[in-house]
């Protein structure tokens, strides 16, 4: 069988070779990035600019930036159909491709968080090691203490002076992550704008979209997985009050956690509003200049793709939590259900632009429809179906829980 | 401790070590491929349809898979015929049955998931059959997009695949506007057609050229000015499929017409 003729639906005229050739994963791909760069925005809104409100969860997204970072181009990978030759993209980059700088963005960019994460980290790495050093018992304090003497890379100085150049290097690489996040996004929805032949995806705003939804993504991922932790954390820590005796910390969380998440549910409104906005002027642009594919693109805009776009993306992605958030007396329930309510918005954004501007052949004259792959009954129907989507939605908290291990994202001393 | 000139000996060292290996990386110039491409080469390969010629009886693309091994049953080709049906009040109908390996058998019109549509003889009042295949772009979107540089173009301006060094992202399948590209069901890399390059390299003609009972496809080089293609291509009205995406298509057609998608 060919290469996607498992999930596609041909209706009237198609040409003979069109199928929708980017399916699942490269609705992952733009969303998952997204989640990173978005991340990262909000915890350079507290280093670079200063909202302390943010403090809290300044810290938890720079390390869940860092935790998606790796699962970013997993979706990628998964869909290649020549994964084994992925290293060719560093090996022999064709610049004229949007794709070539990959890696050279995505490359930049992990080094920029990798660094700020050890200059917030390295008095918490130097007191590891310290302590480390003082008992070695058991086998895990074996295997810690050179992990983490390596980790200080030397610089044992938790001076004053030390920690202040720490705090001046944390708000440097936060500030030049900015505009290499917003790249690294960006340059995603380059991807798609630069494809000439697609009547849809083809507009100078695709990036400028991608990055506004990808920092209201971020954000709202982060605010939802940081009342989820929090909440664990409440509830480890009553167990433990309960059966273990010593530890008595924490009990103010409740309150603390709500005024952290309602401040960042602000800025998430505002860059809300940024992406809907931008969102909406292309679509009226479109309508308004009507140019010769907009015949096809109205058929799937506010025929076959209504429900997934006003519907599912505008309705329930975009207006409900907007009106949730705004209506006053704020709770933390409301605030779940509309970071949810978000989240969903953005992935049905991304689907409608990936898998929407395949809907339509390039003939203008059929339409394809896509049936996603729900059990993993092959490799290929794995990979590009449900259950690989949602292995890589899986793995950035994987990746999370190894990184809070050695970067605790709770109660450690670090430079601010 | 390590003083300041130290110190700067041994990051020279190091960057310089570090840079050895880099070294070993060839770096994709797309500004050679521009000058390969414009080179004053004495071949530029064109192909000549003349749709009044076409019958739609399908030697083409039969001839096309066999030579080319693209699996006969795959639902892809690198060639197809496609019919357009125009009835008297203006509706276009449009299908290429299977690529339209096997002809257009049928006077029922392949909707896909609309079934077949019947339409009565009587209000047909004008039928195309539209050989396609790869227009061989002089700009060609499929080269510019493709990450790893496993598609470039000819001297004599054929755009081939490489298919040890595809690595199957699908991007230049995205970026074709006449849908001509393909993943190939076996080698699992981007596949297209190549005007049987390797068939011109040894001085014989296309398989579809070859095959077809009635001269409706003609492939010939631009370059010279005696050759019968270049003649009818400099001479006579011709066009092009989709000419507003700047591709610069090589694949003309006589006797085109406005519904042609």
Redesign the interface.
Known sequence: ?????LWT???????????I??SIQIVMYPFMTGLVAGAFVLSSLYHVFGFKQLKEIARFSLVFSFALLPCAPLP?LL????PL??Y?????????????A?GIVFMTYGMIVAAELWFVYRRHFVEQAAALAAKRHGLLEELLYPLFTVLTLGARDIGEAALHADEKAVKFLAATGIPVACFLHGYAGF?FG?????ALWMTPLMPVIFICSAVVSGIALCILSFIVVSKLRIFINSWKLKYVTGHLSDLKLKEAELAVVTQTSHYLLIFMVLAITLELLDLIFRGYTAV?SWDILRSVIYEKDFFKIFILQYGLGNLVPFILLLLPGLNLRRIVISTTLVLLGVFMMRWNVVIGGQAF??????FM?YRLPLLPVSFETFREGLCGALFIIGMPYLVFMLLNRVMPVFGAHEAE | MMNRRQFCKRTILVAGGMLLPLAA????D?QSLKAGKEGKGKTRWVFLVDIHKCVGCGFCVKACKIENEVPYD????RT?V?RYVITRDGT?????P??ARDGFISTKID????GMAEVKAEEITKVLLVP?LCNQCDNP?C????????TYQTEDGVVLVDRK???????C???????????H?VY??AEKCNFCYHRLSSGMQSACVDACPFGARKIGNLRNPDDPVTKIITTEPVAVLKE???TKPQVFYLGLSMEV?
């Not at chain 1, 869909?79 to 020549?82: F, G, I, M, S, Y």
């Not at chain 2, 795959?74 to 080709?77: M, P, R």
């Not at chain 2, 276009?92 to 290429?96: G, H, N, P």
């Not at chain 2, 060094?165 to 991007?171: M, R």
């Open positions: 069988m060919v290469h996607g003729e639906i041909k209706d009237f005229f198609v040409y003979p070779n069109e199928y050739y980017w990628l869909h290649l159909q020549q030759r992925s060719y993209v560093f090996m022999t980059p064709h610049f004229s491709s949007a794709i070539a990959f991807i630069s494809v000439k032949a697609n010769k052949s390039g003939s203008f004259a059929g429809e | 990386l060839e770096l994709f797309p795959a639902h892809v080709s197809w496609e276009v109908l449009i299908d290429s299977n690529s909707q896909n998931h609309h396609k979107p080269v510019q997009v493709c990450p790893v540089g496993a060094w595809c690595i199957g992202c699908g991007y399948i995205m970026g074709c506007p006449y849908g001509v590209r393909f993943f069901p699992n890399v507003e995406y700047g998608k």
